[in-house]
């Protein structure tokens, strides 16, 4: 199990850990009928680390990866592309030189790829809070893609056709430049514990990604496109941020 470090401040970019495993996929099988999820995702670099702990965002939750560098005594690792998998995290990529089980080594996410996803992702939620705080059950959240070439939130249930989409980027500017604190706390439930994401007034939403600290922090948000199918009862918002 890969301690989670990046749940604590998405602010924090560098610290250390502790190689426990480092893997060369071509020592992998190729035969794809013996091939599981876990060997086919590992192939697609050559090689991964795994680390008693990490500040690295594994893909997944809507959110993409976080990319960087981990370095040890002896050489250091390209990080391109990190996933979780039965709460071990895979930090895919390059190695230059050696690393070893045991070794202590020092971590440095990309700042700009980090915070840039922490912005769109953020964004989202103000959306999601918005559309829930306006129209209640009428509009519940299916999921969201929050990658920055193409970030979407959508929704089961219709957005009424008056709330074209100047007037949604009109409600999102408003709550950004009311600077709400973004809050990401954590509550016990009967299966254990929950981490939460709430926009400061708006209703709170589980979540696992990074997010910054204010909606002041987010800028210019665009509405890009609003779709309304009927057929399927879902309403599919297109957005970016700049």
Known sequence: MTELAYFKD??????????LEVLDTSALTNDTAAMTPL?????RHPHAVILDATLFYPQGGGQPTDTGRITGPHGHFTVAHVFMDDKRVYHQGTLHGTLSEGDA????????????????????????????????????ERKGHHF?????????GLLPDSHDKNALEDMVARVV?????ILVS?????????????????VANPCGGTHVRSTAELGLVTIRKIARRAGQNLTKISYSVA
Do not use: P
């Open 105 to 140: 080594v020092d971590l440095a996410v990309d700042e700009d790829v980090r915070m840039r996803n922490a912005r769109c992702h953020s964004a989202g939620h103000v959306i999601f809070s918005i559309v829930k705080q306006t129209w209640g059950d009428q509009m519940t």
């Open 10 to 19: 998405t602010y924090v970019v560098c610290g250390t850990g502790r190689v």
């Open 39 to 43: 060997t086919k995702a590992l192939q």
């Open 186 to 202: 954590e509550e016990c439930t009967k299966d254990g514990v929950l981490r939460v994401v709430q926009v400061d007034g708006y």
């Open 177 to 181: 430049a009311e600077d709400r604190r």
């Open 148 to 156: 920055s070439d193409g970030a979407y939130v959508e929704f089961s």
